[in-house]
């Protein structure tokens, strides 16, 4: 039985989307902004718990801006260096989480010295503060990819359990079937249904 295959620009679209997903350097690059946003969220929510959710003193907040983009470069270097990058964390274990761990504790003594040495005053309580959030924001974000590979295989695993039911010999009374029953003929239809056509004439399986 034949079955002409054409796909919806959309379909392609989200096909080309997925392929852009699993590229290393798009895991990469979605990985540093969020970092980045990691950073930035820790320094000023630290600094207004530290002042009880209030007004920042002004010396506090013209610090923080003018070393928040040094933080941020500091973070990237010391994450790269790390291989919080390059891991593959659908696959996260304890491996990971101990490497998560080093990077952060690194990252907050660096960031202790350098702003000890070029004078630039903080609450010692807001470095507490940046380590214990990042530490959490930093692992959330990278198990989250594994918890969600996780959620989606068992929930794709649910669902491959179809009766498959094979009409053998039809011919073209088999074909007339399948297309009364599922108008639109085509491979992602008959993979959510358990039909996949079969033979030496078969265009779609």
């Known amino acids: 039985m034949f079955c002409d295959v054409k796909f ?16 290393k350097y798009f895991r990469q690059a979605v990985l540093i902004a969020i970092d980045l946003l990691i950073v930035f969220f820790c320094t000023w929510v630290s600094l207004l718990m530290r002042f009880s959710w ?22 990237l270097a010391v ?39 070029l004078s630039v005053m903080m609450p010692r309580s807001v470095y507490f503060m940046v380590y214990i959030s990042m530490l959490v924001l930093v692992t959330m974000s990278r ?21 498959r039911t094979m009409i053998a010999g039809a011919g073209s009374a088999g074909a007339t079937l399948l297309t009364n029953t599922f108008p639109i003929c085509r491979t992602i239809q008959y993979r959510q249904t358990g039909l996949n056509p079969s033979g030496d004439d078969r265009a779609c399986a």
């Open 79 to 117: 994450f790269w260096s790390f291989r919080l990058y390059h891991s593959v964390w659908s696959y996260a274990s304890i491996n990971e989480l101990i490497r998560i761990f080093k990077a952060v504790t690194v990252l907050i003594v660096l960031e202790i010295c350098y702003k000890m040495m």
């Open 8 to 23: 919806s620009d959309r379909a392609s679209m989200i096909c080309e989307i997925k392929k852009i997903g699993r590229t």
């Open 143 to 163: 198990m989250s990819i594994r918890i969600l590979k996780y959620y989606l295989g068992k929930k794709r695993s649910v669902e491959d359990r179809r009766i």
């Open 54 to 75: 209030s007004a920042i003193p002004a010396q506090y907040e013209i610090a923080a801006i003018r070393t928040l983009p040094v933080d941020m470069i500091l973070t």
